[in-house]
Every structure is written in structure tokens, then in C-alpha cells.
T-cell receptor
Framework: NAGVMQNPRHLVRRRGQEARLRCSPMKGHSHVYWYRQLPEEGLKFMVYLQKENIIDESGMPKERFSAEFPKEGPSILRIQQVVRGDSAAYFC?????????????FGQGTRLTVV | DAKTTQPNSMESNEEEPVHLPCNHSTISGTDYIHWYRQLPSQGPEYVIHGLTSNVNNRMASLAIAEDRKSSTLILHRATLRDAAVYYCILYNAGGTSYGKLTFGQGTILTVHP
């Protein structure tokens, strides 16, 4: 059973370009969470999605950032018109449908560098 | 979200036990205590969780104070691979925090050979 798969592992974008980060949850998991870790800082929650629904996007920046989790395929975190401050590690986590006190499984992250 | 307080850093020698403390004086009755760790350049990894009773698994033990206002993660024999940032997180399955983990600064554990 493969773990949470994120790709690419490393992504370099020039200022103004778009960045697309992909996350394939573990098999059977229908809940996906995105977190961002800025250099030398802790992880910050961004968004929580279930299939075809955004449940909680309270941690998403108001502009340029969007996330989706379609019925088929991976979850996508999209950053439009990237700026240097978007350089960070972006982690995806998944959990099974009923999550009362069970663990979340994290991917290895995508390290975005904006030049 | 209820807040946790952890020391910024701790050090240990290899093969010795490590006790990582966490204070959570505002914990509510339905908050679970979760521990995750993050190895260098890796995603966070679940370690253990508990509600009221002490818990053991293959990775660690979790000792929870009787009043639940503090807990201690115990690594019985630290190895070099245990060097990581350890996060103590209060998780409430209900309400608006459902599914969301709130990470603090964690404790940086250094293990000396």
C-alpha cells in the first residue's frame, strides 16, 4: 500500500509563473489536507478537502492560491503568479473517511523555490 | 484551538531514554493528545496519541498526567534516527477543527552518538 505521494518533490518557478503541486492520497483515503512550511518555521494548515468539496480553507491566502480534489485523480494545490515569499515546503496529508482519533499520513512534500 | 507548550530543544545520548514534555493546561475533555515528529527534509510522521490513559506502541510511550494538563512522550532508547522535531498537538475530532492539525514550534531533539 503506497503512502501519500506528492509530486514533484522539487519545483523551481520564476516569479509570475504558475505552480501546480499534486497529491495522491493513500488508497481508501478520501480526506486531504495541505500544509505549508516556510523556511525555519512550523507547519501551517492551509486547506482541508474531501472528494469534490472544500471543507475548510481558513488557512489559504485570499489571492493566487486554490485547491481542488476531483472525483478522479490527485488533489492539486495551484499557486498563480508566484512570488519569492511562496518559496516553502508544501505537505499533503490524507486520512480515511471516519477520522475521530486516528493518524494522518503525510507525503514527503514539494519544495517550491521561486527565483 | 487549545495551545501546547514544549521546550525549544532537548539533547540526549544514543541508547538512553528521552522524556519530551508537553504542557496543555487549557485542554478540553474531548481533546486527544497527538504526537508527530518530523525528520530532516521529511514530512511529519505520526508517533502516538492518547486521551486519558497511558499508551504504548512500537515507537514510543505516552504518559498523560491525571489532570490531563501535561503529557510526556517517552523514547525508551534513543537512536540517531530519532533526531527530529517532535510536535505535541491537541486534536478535537468535532467542531470546526475536525481534521485539522495545529502544529506549534515543537521540540528539536538532538541525539549524540
Amino acid at each position: 500500500n503506497a503512502g501519500v505521494m506528492q509530486n514533484p518533490r522539487h519545483l523551481v518557478r520564476r516569479r509570475g509563473q504558475e505552480a501546480r503541486l499534486r497529491c495522491s492520497p493513500m488508497k481508501g483515503h478520501s480526506h486531504v489536507y495541505w500544509y505549508r512550511q516556510l523556511p525555519e518555521e512550523g507547519l501551517k494548515f492551509m486547506v482541508y478537502l474531501q472528494k469534490e468539496n472544500i471543507i475548510d480553507e481558513s488557512g489559504m491566502p485570499k489571492e493566487r492560491f486554490s485547491a481542488e480534489f476531483p472525483k478522479e485523480g490527485p488533489s492539486i494545490l495551484r499557486i498563480q503568479q508566484v512570488v519569492r515569499g511562496d518559496s516553502a515546503a508544501y505537505f499533503c496529508a490524507s486520512s480515511p473517511p471516519v477520522r475521530v482519533n486516528t493518524e494522518a499520513f503525510f507525503g514527503q512534500g514539494t519544495r517550491l523555490t521561486v527565483v | 484551538d487549545a495551545k501546547t507548550t514544549q521546550p525549544n530543544s532537548m539533547e540526549s545520548n544514543e541508547e538512553e531514554p528521552v522524556h519530551l514534555p508537553c504542557n496543555h493546561s487549557t485542554i478540553s475533555g474531548t481533546d486527544y493528545i497527538h504526537w508527530y515528529r518530523q525528520l530532516p527534509s521529511q514530512g511529519p510522521e505520526y508517533v502516538i496519541h492518547g486521551l486519558t490513559s497511558n499508551v504504548n506502541n512500537r515507537m514510543a510511550s505516552l504518559a498523560i498526567a491525571e489532570d490531563r494538563k501535561s503529557s510526556t512522550l517517552i523514547l525508551h532508547r534513543a537512536t540517531l534516527r530519532d533526531a527530529a522535531v517532535y510536535y505535541c498537538i491537541l486534536y478535537n475530532a468535532g467542531g470546526t477543527s475536525y481534521g485539522k492539525l495545529t502544529f506549534g514550534q515543537g521540540t528539536i531533539l538532538t541525539v549524540h552518538p
